[in-house]
């Protein structure tokens, strides 16, 4: 393992409803950019995760992104699928449980309405582990200013993502940080990394939304 991580918190794989990049795919883009580990978050799975951790030759965090009545939340480090509908407490709730850690990913991103109420966000910021400062898919730049200003009136480190539904957005967003041994001294590194980030392509969302209409019909 290298000394210094390139991290992309954030891709989807073919095992989320609106992605159909296969795990190959993936992984050749990584090595192509210098992406060297990356969180895998497919909405309503995780085996991809673990089968992805199987075939890359990098780090790969086993995660979920989860959708709650209230908001979407990230596990990472997960063992066991959550539940999606749960009560955004609930949620947060089984990954604790399991040892995982809490991501709150484009929490102020109102057009594509996956973020949650202020008031409920503060309430909920003690079992908050990290926040994601920069989602490359996230239209409007003043998202990613509420939520670094946010994490750093908590004190919470920031992650950053492409939210990456497809292969070709890998690369241009990560956190460069120290190498990790596990969960144990993620949080530690994870505060000694340096932003990279680049907006995506507007362009990006049609492909999202053309994998979930396959998958529909």
């Not at 390139?6 to 992406?35: A, Q």
């Not at 063992?79 to 947060?92: K, W």
């Not at 994870?190 to 396959?214: E, M, N, Q």
């Amino acid at each position: 393992m290298t000394n210094l991580l390139k991290v992309d918190f954030h891709i989807h794989t073919k095992y989320s409803l609106d992605c159909n990049t296969p795990l190959e795919n993936i992984i050749e883009r990584c090595l192509e950019t210098g992406i060297n580990c990356i969180a895998v978050t497919d909405h309503e799975a995780i085996e991809g995760a673990f089968e992805m951790q199987k075939l890359a030759p990098f780090p790969v965090i086993v995660g979920e992104e989860i959708l709650t009545p209230q908001g979407e939340v990230i596990g990472l480090f997960l063992q066991e699928l959550v539940p999606v509908a749960l009560p955004i407490e609930e949620a947060i709730s089984r990954v604790k449980a399991q040892g995982g850690l809490v991501c709150i990913p484009h929490p102020f991103d109102a057009i594509r309405g996956l973020r949650i109420d202020s008031t409920r966000l503060e309430a909920l910021v003690t079992q908050i582990d990290m926040m994601e400062v920069f989602n490359a898919r996230s239209p409007l730049l003043r998202y990613s200013t509420r939520a670094r200003d946010f994490a750093r009136k908590y004190d919470l480190p920031g992650t950053v993502g492409s939210d990456a539904h497809t292969a070709g957005e890998i690369g241009s967003t990560y956190v460069e940080m120290p190498a990790f041994n596990g969960k144990d001294d993620f949080l530690q590194a994870l505060r000694k990394g340096r932003i990279h980030s680049r907006r995506s392509s507007p362009f990006v969302h049609f492909s999202s939304t053309w994998a979930k209409l396959k998958s529909l019909f």
